[in-house]
């Protein structure tokens, strides 16, 4: 019983091994990069006055009302604050063909503005991510915010969205 073991174990790793190695590996290139700036200001910037705080996103097309969407707040080399969202909304398909597939995703952004230490005023926008998938690769090709298209993928650049408001 031993024998057939070890020998059930080495025809199993043999059978690994001979595996081709020409299975492609598909690429992912999702991560987006939200700048919003109003009047040279650095809106999520919190230590500023009228920037934006408690930010919030929301995945529109979620199973519930209430599905929160992680993000990440960060600054780049030039200490200017940006939203990274690199994934967690749910992605519904609007187009297919065989070997390619277009996805999109709805995001609601809720944000308070700071107008003073008593006074803050409430942001509700929208965000709707579309991707090009194929067995090659899977990117963001193009975003909306509020309706209005606001970045278009170029190959090999970083998905860079910014919003002047």
Do not use: H
């Not at 025809?11 to 939200?34: K, N, P, Y």
């Not at 230590?47 to 707040?73: C, E, H, R, W």
């Not at 963001?140 to 309706?147: C, D, F, I, S, T």
């Amino acid at each position: 019983m031993k024998n057939f073991f070890f020998l059930s174990v080495v025809a199993f790793f043999a059978f690994l091994s001979c595996r081709s190695d020409d299975v492609e590996v598909q690429q992912i290139d999702q991560i987006i990069q939200l700048y919003i700036d109003s009047a040279g200001q650095d809106m999520l910037n919190t230590n500023l006055k009228n920037g934006y705080t408690n930010i919030k996103m929301n995945d529109v097309y979620g199973i519930t009302d209430s599905a929160p969407v992680s993000f990440n707040q960060k600054k780049d080399t030039d200490t200017i604050n940006y939203i990274e969202y690199l994934a967690g909304a749910k992605r519904i398909a609007i187009d297919s063909t065989a070997s390619n597939k277009i996805y999109e995703s709805k995001i609601a952004l809720s944000m308070t503005k700071k107008i003073n230490d008593s006074v803050n005023y409430s942001i509700n926008d929208t965000m709707v991510v579309q991707y090009n998938s194929s067995p090659q690769l899977f990117q963001v090709a193009k975003v909306w915010y509020n309706g209005e298209l606001k970045f278009t993928k170029v190959q090999d650049q970083p998905n860079i969205v910014k919003i002047v408001k």
